[in-house]
């Protein structure tokens, strides 16, 4: 088998079904008994209820038959990244690794491809990234994403080998702008719900997008991103989608702070950790992140959505 997937969440499920239309592909759940179940009934219950699993795709909970793919693709949250790699080095430690997460290690400030150099320098790392749900891609609708890769012969191959008939992978060598953007672009979607939730009307959904693609440019620029890669797929294009879609569970958890409601802690909803992380990294850096600011304090209950919304029309007036 030529590509695996480790991690048979939304997002896992969602690309070995596209990918299993070009081939058989593995599908990796350390749950044993969630790949069995899979395995027989032929469906993700839990994380893409609807959706019929290919008869070209395999699941397993046996890491080693996983691993013998020539390409192995990491679709497991930030946080969680770097535990996988480190429970599984001896597996993975001389593999092509795809990313498939979007965030910013909360003790490190470090991103997917950052995270798997340190993990396992002998690896070579890859991120796929960009606008798509993971209902979207099972389902079969047509998605464009982000591959990025240093190595851009590497990433010829990855991007021939993992596009498949509706999902379409467009190649950068500029790991760094489509992880920031990937990454950033969560806390604007957690922002825009927010005021969306409490109200606060469609302008100043458009305000905040707006202001948050600065952010993130000043952000991921000082890091060493290049423009072009900010405007693309994994940077605008996946802006547009989370700060304007109700499927973003982001975007929802932002819906459940601007209405008071509460919000179920087991989501994955990569903008909070991230939005610490980054509100951190922009402390040190010298970096002005007002919104990215106001998501961290909006997320740990410092601050009411009235407050927040008051601090940012407050602050001085300045250039465009
Ligand atoms: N869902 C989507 O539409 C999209 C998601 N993404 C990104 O993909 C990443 C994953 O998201 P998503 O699939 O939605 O999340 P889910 O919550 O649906 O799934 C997470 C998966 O990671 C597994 N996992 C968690 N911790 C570990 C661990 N320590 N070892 C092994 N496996 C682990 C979980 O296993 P278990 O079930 O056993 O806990 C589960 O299979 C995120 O970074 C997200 O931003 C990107 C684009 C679209
Ligand atoms: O990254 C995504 C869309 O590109 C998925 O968004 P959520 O993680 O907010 O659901």
Redo the contacts with the bound molecule.
């Keep these: 088998m030529s590509v695996s997937v ?9 690309l070995a079904i596209s990918l299993a239309s070009n081939g058989p592909v593995n599908l990796w ?3 044993q008994d ?1 790949a069995s179940d899979m395995q027989t009934t032929r469906v993700n219950k ?3 209820p609807g959706v019929v699993l290919p008869d070209d795709l395999t699941i397993t909970s046996d890491l080693n038959a996983a691993v013998d793919s020539r390409i192995l693709l990491l ?4 946080q ?1 990244l770097r ?2 790699l480190e ?1 599984n080095s001896q597996s993975l430690r001389d593999k092509t690794l795809v990313a ?4 910013i290690e909360l003790n490190t400030g470090l991103g997917p491809i950052s995270v798997i150099r340190e993990s396992l320098p002998d690896a070579r790392p890859a991120l796929l ?2 606008p ?6 099972a389902r079969g609708l047509p998605t464009a994403l982000t591959l990025a890769c240093e190595d851009a012969n590497l990433g010829k191959v990855l991007q021939q080998q993992l596009t498949t008939t509706n999902l379409r992978l467009y190649r950068t060598t500029d790991t760094i702008g489509a992880e920031q953007g ?1 990454a950033l672009k ?1 806390i604007m979607a957690i922002a825009c719900g927010a005021v969306i939730g409490a109200g606060l009307g469609d302008s100043a959904r458009a305000a905040l997008m707006t202001r948050g693609y600065a952010e993130i440019q000043r952000m991921a620029m000082a890091c060493g991103a290049r423009p072009e890669t900010l405007a693309g797929l994994s940077g605008f294009g996946d802006l547009t989608l989370t700060c304007s879609s109700d ?3 982001n975007y929802q958890l932002g819906l459940a702070i601007g209405r008071g409601e509460t919000f179920d802690p ?3 909803v ?1 903008g909070a950790a991230t939005a610490r992380a980054a509100a951190a990294k922009a402390d040190e850096m010298k970096i002005d992140m007002p919104i990215t600011q106001t998501v961290t304090n909006l997320v740990s209950q410092r601050l009411t959505i009235a407050d927040a919304a008051a601090q940012l029309l407050a602050r001085p007036l300045k250039e465009e």
């Design positions: 480790l991690g048979a969440g939304a997002f896992g499920t969602a759940a350390r749950n969630l839990c994380r893409l679709a497991v949250p930030m969680k535990t996988v429970q498939c997460c979007k965030g990234t960009g798509s749900f993971a209902a979207d891609i990937g969560n499927l973003s569970r087991s989501v994955t990569e």
